[in-house]
């Protein structure tokens, strides 16, 4: 019984360092698979970033690698506008309020213009579900997205 349990443990031990880490450039191949299995067109823009349109709008995945097998990834799209910048940051304050997942900001460029930006961000680590990820990505994004700008364009 002593062998077997210590074979087992040595066998989940080989599979649990054997384990590949996630990159940057693995995440990226794995989220343009998932997103042609459900249907969009992705492509990698001018910053090497996935490119994707949704409802008629763009949005970018942007993912940076954490050096420890995890990664960062915003998934979000912005838009310009010429609404007054404090109206609009007051909307993305409301909106932070009241959405867990989804994060919204607003800055103002060098030229004056006011730029807001609707994102859905994690830190994932090797073993998380990177694809379930972006599958609520998916979800959610594009419906807080039509709900901003319905309630402030």
């Known amino acids: ?7 087992l443990f040595l066998l989940g031990s080989f599979f ?6 996630r990159t940057a450039g ?21 910053d090497d970033d996935i490119a ?45 309020r009241s959405k867990n997942v989804i994060k919204y900001y607003t800055s103002k460029d060098d030229d004056g213009d006011v730029r807001y930006f609707i994102n859905y961000e994690a830190f994932i680590n090797p073993r998380d579900d990177f694809r379930s990820f972006l599958r609520d990505a998916l979800t959610l994004l594009p419906s807080a997205v039509e ?7």
Do not use: H
Request: glycine share 6%; hydrophobic share 35%; proline share 2%.
């Open 26 to 46: 693995s995440a990226k191949n794995e989220a343009m698979e998932l997103l042609r299995e459900e249907g969009y067109a992705p492509r990698l823009d001018e």
């Open 147 to 153: 709900e901003f700008l319905s309630d402030n364009e």
């Open 16 to 21: 649990t360092l054997s384990a590949q880490t």
């Open 1 to 7: 019984m002593k062998k077997l349990l210590f074979t």
């Open 52 to 96: 994707l349109k949704i409802q008629g709008y763009n949005y970018y995945i942007i993912i940076t690698g954490q050096g420890d097998g995890s990664i960062f990834v915003t998934f979000g799209t912005n838009f310009t506008t010429d609404q007054p910048y404090q109206k609009i940051l007051e909307a993305c304050n409301v909106a932070n």
